[in-house]
């Protein structure tokens, strides 16, 4: 209701297409769910497994709904770039896009948080985040919509092609997240396994493995997915070479009829299509109408149009898929290759130059492609500054106060779009086995120079020699740390991630920067809501950049620091004597066995534990299992936390000892149970993850309001 409502400035048959195209999408949706029929009765009255039981928990009714709603505002915001693609009209594309990205944002995070606290509290890792699959699909789409609150705080004018071109990545990233929950099997993490080749071995890439499932039911929503992803990358590539005259938004009911084929044929549309036909989808808006020849680049100019007389945008996609045979790989660098192609002057298209070459990096460095691969494209990346070199431009002194605040806000539109980059590579190449110390060490130069680049806006009043130093001497520091300290932080630092680096080369990157961040930006929300209210934008931002920072420095204690494959955190507690572990002391002290009055389940087995700090009692805890009769998988493990001020000590009852454990207290008591293991993870600064995540929420509220007050829809202004 809100968003169906004309946005600012925007012309009514611009209205109306991004509401068909938003209706069109429900449609889509409403046809999938016929081909699933998900709640059909069993021919047989055969008795199903039931909801799997980690899903079974009160988080569950609301983290998933959250989620998707915030996909959605993503589909909005690229049927809102199609619209405004299609005529043209951009006036206040700025106020539009961003009306929808805040909400976005807010629901994402708060959607993203708790599946967080769900993993956090259900599962038997004792964590929030691991990089599986699932979630960092949904840190997609997030980071596009922090890219697209950015842009207008960047230096210069963005241009309409920026815009609606993130707006377009938010949708297709927000599908791509879809199919990498719904695609099972795809990704390692998946317990489904109907993706399998014929002769038993899946293929090596993302789209071929989702290709195996067009000829089944799922595959109906598998493909639907798909085909739209292509069709907003193909609008996009289209609308780098110009606007176009004739609709393309038809393309879109592609689709529709494909489910609605489905739906009326037995799931049979996609099962004779072949791989060629998704490559047309993706040229479909260019082939609606072909760009006229573009006048040839002054001299002072490079443009690849012309250069050597080759059709550099075909040769490049072109060597992609034959040096890799990986489509989705080949579509990844049509995209970034089309806006640099299509650019007057090359040189200054440097951000698209960045992206390839990011996406090259991230190929090699993750394992998507071999090294002389990422090498051969990465030329073409950088192929106009070879030729021509730097472009001349007036020197500017790098120590001044105007130099020095450009590059602080730049910094959050560049470094995000490459850690997007970065981050979608490394999932794509994850198919087999999830890459974690991949994300965080290549991620963490990003955090690093993000965190500086706070740093240096909340001290652009102090003298800019002082501002380079510090930025300088906290990176030096970060990686002399690194280097030659990285076991000083405790906990799991020592364990190694390579050869030659571990857990604390990681901590050490990440940390410095962030703790030299957190107090000055703390102190810019203060100085704002003094000197301008809270009826500015600022503030609001600013309080966001604080949580952040703290969610960081939670984060690198909670998780970088802890190996929770590290067997020195699996306990043997005996009865009724003291175990020191660190800091502490346990004592196990009883088993609890219950089978009545369970919410979920229908037996519970548990460990009363003593924890003992000094020779004090602290506190008890109870971790346990909850096993399901209906349920051919293992028991739900049940986390007890012990919640201290420095953070949490986390408890998880060793799944594996549960059938020996039952059957030995249904056969001699309880009292005849001695021993047991528990997991025990000690999370120094956890709570620093809660903080900052409610903080990052409270923030984006207050900016979702003020963005609702300021920027009033068109008939709530004639009313």
Known sequence: WWFARPLASEQEHTHKLRLRLMYGFTLLLILISMTLNPFAENPYNLRGSGLNELLQTDLMVIHP???????????????????????????????????????????????????????????????????????????????????MGHLRTRPGKTSTLMWTGLGLAA?????????????????AASVHTFVVADEGTPPTDVFSRMLLLKDKAEGVEIVSYVLVILLLCGVFIRATQ????????????????????????????????????????????????????????????????????????????????VLTQDLLFTLLNALIFAPLYTSEDARKAWGWGAAGTMMCLAAAWSGLVDLYIAAILLGFYILPWLVMGEEETES????????????ALWAPVVLTSLYLILTLVILISSIDAIQFEAHELYGAPFIMALALAMFAYTSRHQSPQRIASIVAGVAFVSILLATFLPSALGGDASEPISEYLSRGTIAWLVLPAVLVAVVPMGAEVVRRVRTSGVKKIAPAA???HFGLLLLLIGHVFTTVLVD??????????????????????YMFENIVLEDEGLEVGDRYVGAVISVYQDGEKIGTVEPGLIGFDSSPNPPRSEVDTLVRSHGDIVFIFDGSQSSSMMQQVQ????????????IIYDLPASHLVWAGWTIMMLGMAWLTVLDARQTPHIKAEEE
């Open 65 to 147: 709904p959250l989620v998707f709603l915030a996909y959605s505002l993503c589909i909005a915001l690229a049927a809102t770039s199609v619209s405004i693609l299609q005529y043209g009209d951009d006036e206040d594309i700025d106020k539009r896009m961003l009306h929808q990205t805040r909400p976005g944002l807010l629901i994402a995070t708060l959607g993203i948080g708790l599946g967080g606290l769900w993993a956090y509290m259900v599962l038997d890792w004792g964590g929030y985040w691991a990089w599986d699959p699932v979630e960092t699909g949904s840190f997609l789409p997030w980071l596009a919509l922090v890219l």
């Open 667 to 678: 056969s001699d008591g309880e009292e005849s149970v001695q021993r047991m293991r528990v």
């Open 542 to 544: 600013h309080l966001v």
């Open 171 to 187: 949708g297709a990233l927000a599908l791509f997240a879809t199919l990498v929950t719904r695609a099972g099997g795809v990704w």
């Open 242 to 321: 110009g606007q176009t005259k004739r609709p393309i938004s038809y393309l879109f009911f592609i689709p529709i009829v494909g489910a609605a084929i489905a739906v009326l044929f037995d799931y049979t549309s996609y099962e004779h299509v072949p791989a060629l036909f998704f490559v047309g989808v993706v040229f479909s808006p260019t082939l609606v109408e072909w760009p006229k020849k573009s006048l040839v680049p002054e001299e002072e100019f490079w443009s690849y149009r012309g250069y050597l007389s080759l059709p550099w945008l075909i040769i490049v996609p072109l060597t992609a898929y």
């Open 564 to 585: 929770r494959g590290d067997a020195s955190h699996r306990i043997t507690l005996v009865r009724g004597e003291y175990v020191e572990v660190g800091d502490y002391e």
């Open 396 to 407: 500017e002194d790098w120590l001044s106060r105007k130099f020095i605040l450009r590059l």
